[in-house]
């Protein structure tokens, strides 16, 4: 039977996988109330609230309560809930409560359809399901049991791997007394399964995943060239399969001009290069997807599409679709590449379930993560299917809770911790299988931040083979030909990836990489756990790491952080250990010095405990302990670069070494060279030049910018750290990035600026175009909507922004007149949280939910997930959610500023604002960011929206970049109302 388990389990892993490659695909239909035999293991009520009230239901009468009976109802008998942490919060806000055992239908949704998606709210339930959006309390209450019901039937009906496995997690949280056990034990009891069947593990699943097989190296492309009837045919094929006949004249336009980037280059240094803007509704992604499907096809090559966030990563993964007559050839085809600290560690997995397993609650989420696990594409735990709210299930009190045991960002090999091939789990490994899948797609999905990253290692590389040193084999193919979706985001990538930042955090991270974990509790390899097996037999290799490891001590230790933030009864620092605990004291006291003035004088306040100045020039102390602390860096660097040639050597001078050695040595050797070459060179020069020289002229140019910053969390200063950064981070990209590809498209909805007398202007000087021999070719293709007819925008002229309350009786005004669909946006963290006091209520009572960043114990995603299904509901965020919004239909239809979202005149900003020209640089970033908002509104033919802007003092011509059609209405907030209800 072991054999028929692996036969059934691969076949049906396979089809889930199908599954989750579309979104969209037609699910069960949802059943009518099936027999009693489910029925009877349910609570005897579901339970809904909304903000004012809460409404309790059998599935079939629902009566509506107040929030005292609610919270009483709570804490007396188990209720059938969807997303129990967050009502728990809205109920009491923190406060001592009696609580009982409740069905959250989150839990069922995660055993039933692991990997898949759904909003964490009742209506994202219902919607995932089959149901359509039930709105109020009393509809939702009504719902929680219907979506149940249809759970149990779709797992009854599942296919008989499923089932197994299935039984097999059911068994094991049935041992933790999981409230969901006698339900889920039902449903699969209508169905018998063999008998003697082997039962897969529950929780030890990573012997159930699929081993990775290495691919053979795909070559470089060849030159051709590529003609408008391919182009056209090409987009032709692929809006048919997409279900869309109708080929817009926009559409066709961008493709054809898309394909100029695939010409063969004509001159070192110098890519084809094209910056084409095109409006909302062009159909850009199929505009590009379809010439880089045909060129990718035509030159045996690959095209590298780049966006700036994950979510946008998986919608173009969901896109390409459209450019295959089959699934498996898409996944033959098409990579979606990240970095490696986005996917899920099978070792840090293994090594956090025996703790876990101590408390039934974390025992259940485990096995939960143990599912997602098995039926995950590609164990992307980050941006992926990973259901991001499902940590947030675990019992607050418990140790995984308090520590995020489960969370992603601690499963994920983010401190470069991997050990290659010694891993047990290194064949099933879901980063190796990326990056074997990636060499040989045609069509790789990338984020801008892993571009950069990789550009810069390929150059660095090509540097080395022309100079004769012994190179690394790279981890993704090269960057030959690139399309940069969200073009006009690249400035802030390059600026991330090409900046250096020596501060507590990643100096302590060094120590831990090296030296391994310290104190007790957590888990860390250091360099001896994870190369001294390898090392053993090679004396010099062998005496370099263990001075390395002797000299990193003096990097800061463990309790630096509350050595360096805690004060003494006279007001004083504790004494600080080491040189460069020692220089972070000393910047710390320099922006205390410095930051207060600036501070005082600034309307941009600071949120508690944050704080920053200008590096230069320094105060002595600085000076003196940056000398002390350079030096330490240097005898920290010269080990670990003696380590790493010393590595370098064993690879290219032993040639019997067996394959699981190379791996292991290569692996290693990246991070060691990253930070041997790169991180502690950057730290030493930023320290070298912290105290001029004599003679030296502090007001000479300097490429770059230098600051001391603190970070606060919860009003608790947490690190502090020393920052460089380009003024112009076009420069690098330029060097890095655009200079050796062959083509480069930089695509978006708002690259141009209207008002200037050269549009593409800043767009060059951005992009990195100023900086190549040739520039870029530039388009502009308008959307095809009637803004005029579709959009209406208002600035308000009678509200003070200054004063929370009469900005919330605003929104809610703007609110209640949109009856929902709303997104209120916010420069500054306290006042959305003042305002959402003032909101939450009443909105409530008008049967309308409000949601909040930095409020609610969801992440931006879920929360923008959970306002997309819920067309009613409004969302209050700041800079992350208007980045990160695309909510199509009528659930997005009013958005309201606070006010101008004019950039904060930090020691960076007036840099750059001084290089790249003064006012007119502010007014355009600010003209960007409402044309980025603005173009979230209208995203279909049929869609309407509205813009407010409830700053008095919003000059009109930052609404410059708006699309033709749309007006400025100065007016007050009563005639802003009526406007809106006769429009919307």
Not at 719 to 733: A, I, K, T
Not at 960 to 973: D, I, K
Request: glycine share 6%.
């Amino acid at each position: 039977m072991q054999s028929l388990w692996g036969l059934l389990f691969v076949a049906h892993n396979r089809y889930i996988a199908r599954v989750n490659d579309f979104p969209d695909i037609e699910v069960p239909t949802a059943v009518p109330v099936p027999d009693a035999s489910l029925r009877q293991f349910l609570p005897q009520q579901g339970f809904a609230l909304l903000p004012s009230h809460a409404a309790l239901s059998d599935g079939h009468i629902a009566r509506r309560v107040g929030v005292p009976e609610a919270r009483e109802a709570w804490g007396r008998e188990g209720l059938l809930v969807a997303n129990a942490p967050l009502i728990r919060q809205r109920l009491f806000n923190g406060r001592n409560h009696r609580e009982a055992k409740h069905f959250d239908l989150l839990e069922l949704f995660a055993f039933v359809r692991p990997a898949k998606f759904c909003a964490p709210s009742v209506a994202g339930v219902a919607l995932a399901v089959g149901f359509t959006e039930p709105e109020g309390a009393e509809a939702q209450s009504a719902m929680v049991v219907q979506v149940a019901l249809a759970l149990g039937r779709e797992l009854a009906e599942a296919p008989l791997a499923f089932r197994l496995m299935a039984k097999a997690s059911l068994a094991y949280m049935q041992q933790q007394n999981w409230v969901w056990s006698p339900f889920v034990e039902a449903a699969l009891n209508e169905k018998p399964v063999p008998e003697g069947y082997v039962a897969p593990p529950a929780l030890e699943v990573w012997s159930l995943l699929e081993e990775w097989e290495d691919q053979a190296p795909a070559g470089d492309a060849r030159q051709v060239s590529l003609s408008d009837d391919e182009i056209t045919g090409g987009l032709g094929a692929n809006l048919k399969r997409a279900g869309l006949a109708e080929l817009r004249p926009e559409q066709q336009l961008f493709a054809l001009r898309a394909k100029e980037i695939f010409a063969p280059k004509w001159a070192s240094e110098q890519p084809n290069m094209l910056l084409l803007e095109a409006g909302t509704g062009t159909g850009k992604t199929l505009g590009y997807l379809s010439p880089a499907q045909v060129w990718a096809e035509k030159a045996q090559g690959r095209v590298w599409i780049s966006t700036y966030t994950k979510a946008l990563q998986k919608q173009i993964y969901h896109d390409t679709r459209a450019l295959f007559d089959t699934e498996a050839e898409r996944e033959a085809k098409v990579s979606i590449r990240k970095g490696r600290e986005n996917y899920l560690c099978l070792l840090n997995f293994q090594e956090r379930l025996a703790p876990l397993t101590q408390g039934p609650g974390e025992a259940i989420v485990a096995a939960l993560v143990a599912r997602w696990i098995v039926y995950s594409r590609d164990g992307d735990i980050v941006g992926g299917d990973f259901p991001t709210w499902l940590p947030s299930l675990l019992p607050p009190q418990s140790a995984a809770a308090i520590f995020g045991a489960l969370n992603p960002a601690n499963l994920v090999d983010r401190r470069g911790e991997c050990i290659y091939s010694a891993c047990a789990h290194y064949r099933t490994c879901f980063v190796e299988k990326s990056i074997r899948k990636s060499k040989s797609a045609q069509i790789i999905i990338a984020n801008h931040a892993l571009v950069m990253a990789q550009a810069a290692y390929d150059l660095r590389e090509a540097t080395k083979a022309a100079d004769g040193q012994p190179t690394v084999e790279p981890e993704s193919p090269g960057l030959s030909r690139l399309v940069f979706d969200e073009g006009h985001h690249v400035f802030e990538a390059a600026d991330g990836a090409f900046s250096s930042e020596l501060s507590g955090f990643e100096a302590a991270e060094l120590r831990r990489w090296i030296r391994g974990n310290e104190g007790r509790g957590r888990r860390s390899r250091g360099l001896e756990q994870r190369l001294g097996d390898l090392l053993a037999t090679r004396e010099a290799a062998q005496e370099a790491l263990k001075n390395l490891i002797r000299a990193a001590a003096a990097l800061p230790a463990e309790g630096w952080s509350q050595r360096l933030t805690t004060r003494t009864q006279s007001g004083e620092m504790m004494q600080p250990v080491g040189p460069i605990e020692a220089l972070l004291a000393a910047a710390l006291k320099q922006i205390e010095v410095r930051g207060a003035e600036s501070a005082a004088k600034s309307r941009f306040k600071p949120d508690a405990e944050n704080g920053e100045c200008e590096a230069h020039p320094c105060l002595p102390e600085v000076a003196e302990a940056a000398s002390l602390a350079a030096k330490a860096l240097q005898s920290i660097e010269a080990p670990l670069l003696a380590l790493v040639r010393a590595m370098e050597d064993i690879l290219t001078g032993e040639d019997d070494l067996d394959l699981a050695e190379r791996t292991r040595l290569d692996g290693a050797l990246r991070g060691l060279e990253r930070r041997a070459r790169m991180t502690l060179p950057a730290w030493r020069s930023l320290l070298q030049q912290l105290a001029y020289a004599e003679g030296d002229d502090p007001t000479a140019p300097s490429p770059f910018v230098d600051w001391f910053a603190t970070v606060a969390h919860n009003g608790r200063l947490v690190d502090v750290g020393l920052h460089r950064h380009f003024v112009d981070p076009s420069v690098p990209l330029a060097d890095y990035v655009l200079k050796p590809a062959h083509g480069v498209l930089m695509a978006s909805a708002t690259l141009s600026d209207s008002s200037q007398e050269e549009p593409f202007a800043l767009a060059r000087q951005r992009t990195g175009a100023a900086h190549l021999v040739m520039g870029a070719k530039s388009l502009r293709i308008a959307s095809p909507f009637d803004y005029e007819a579709q959009a209406r925008l208002f600035v308000v002229t009678d509200v003070p922004r200054d004063d929370p309350r009469v900005v919330a009786g605003a929104m809610k005004a703007l609110f209640l007149a949109s009856k929902g669909g709303a997104l209120g946006l916010f420069t500054a963290i306290r006042r959305l949280k003042a305002v959402y006091e003032q909101l939450y209520r009443p909105l409530g009572e008008a049967g309308i939910s409000l949601y909040a960043q930095h409020v609610d114990p969801l992440d931006v995603s879920d929360l923008i997930s959970v306002f997309r299904s819920e067309q009613h509901s409004c969302l209050l965020g700041t800079d992350a959610v208007r980045d990160g919004i695309d909510v199509p239909g009528q659930a997005l239809r009013l958005i309201a500023f606070d006010r101008i979202p004019w950039p904060r005149p930090d020691a960076l900003h007036k840099a750059r604002r001084a290089h790249f020209g003064a006012k007119l640089y502010d007014d355009a970033l600010v003209r960007a960011k409402l044309a980025q908002a603005f173009g979230r509104l209208i995203r279909k033919a049929d869609d309407r929206g509205v813009f407010v802007m409830l700053d008095s003092a919003a000059p009109t011509r930052l609404f410059a970049s708006l699309p033709e059609g749309v007006v400025v209405q100065r007016c007050t907030l009563a005639e802003a109302i009526v406007a809106i209800e006769g429009f919307l």
